[in-house]
Nanobody, 121 residues
Framework: QMQLVESGGGLVQAGGSLRLSCTAT????????MGWFRQAPGKEREFVSG???????YYSDSLKGRFTISRDNAKNTVYLQMNNLKPEDTAVYYC???????????????WGQGTQVTVSS
C-alpha cells in the first residue's frame, strides 16, 4: 500500500503563489505516474496535472502556463507549483498515484486526503 500526504495549501491573495507537496510512504513512486486533482465545493473532482514515471508532464488545458508539476523520486515527493492564483482555483487539492497515466480519476490507485487552497480576491 502507498500512503500519500499533501501539504502546502493555505490562504493566498489573488495573483499569489503556492507550492503543494505530496510525499509518499509505503512504496516508492519511481514506477508510478503521479497526478494532481482538485475539487471545489459543489463541483466534481477535476484533473489538474500529471507526470509520468519518465517525467513527462501534462496539464489541464485551462491551467497550462500557471501550474507546474515536478517530481523528486529521491524524496518520494511530487510538487505542484501554482502561480498567478485566481479565486476560481479555490478547492481541495488531491495527490494521486497510478501505474498507468491519464486524466481520469478512476485510473488512479492511491489518493491523499487533500489540502485546502483558498484564493481571496
Amino acid at each position: 500500500q502507498m500512503q500519500l500526504v499533501e501539504s502546502g495549501g493555505g490562504l493566498v491573495q489573488a495573483g499569489g503563489s503556492l507550492r503543494l507537496s505530496c510525499t509518499a510512504t509505503g512504496r516508492t513512486i519511481d514506477t508510478y505516474g503521479m497526478g494532481w486533482f482538485r475539487q471545489a465545493p459543489g463541483k466534481e473532482r477535476e484533473f489538474v496535472s500529471g507526470i509520468t514515471w519518465s517525467h513527462i508532464t501534462y496539464y489541464s488545458d485551462s491551467l497550462k502556463g500557471r501550474f507546474t508539476i515536478s517530481r523528486d523520486n529521491a524524496k518520494n515527493t511530487v510538487y505542484l507549483q501554482m502561480n498567478n492564483l485566481k479565486p476560481e482555483d479555490t478547492a481541495v487539492y488531491y495527490c494521486a498515484a497510478t501505474l498507468s497515466d491519464g486524466m481520469k480519476a478512476d485510473g488512479y490507485d492511491y489518493w491523499g486526503q487533500g489540502t485546502q487552497v483558498t484564493v481571496s480576491s
